[in-house]
């Protein structure tokens, strides 16, 4: 049964392991696992497309601090 199971990444394989041996125990660290991965950085501009969103912001802006314009 556990031949098909998982998508087989590394802790998966551990898990897998000691299920088949039966030598599971609980976890007090990620130390007791091999530790956290190291991850690359990663890393991106934040390129919001214009979509009116300031232009809004100002009028309610605007309604709030004059009770005599309308919100939009």
Known sequence: ???GVGARPAHDERILKHVCEGTGAIIDSQ???GGY???EEMTHALDV???GLD???AQWARAVEDPAA???
């Open 1 to 3: 049964m556990l031949s």
């Open 49 to 51: 497309p214009d979509n």
């Open 55 to 57: 232009e809004w912001l």
């Open 31 to 33: 130390e007791d696992v």
């Open 37 to 39: 991965p190291d991850f």
């Open 70 to 72: 309308s919100p939009p």
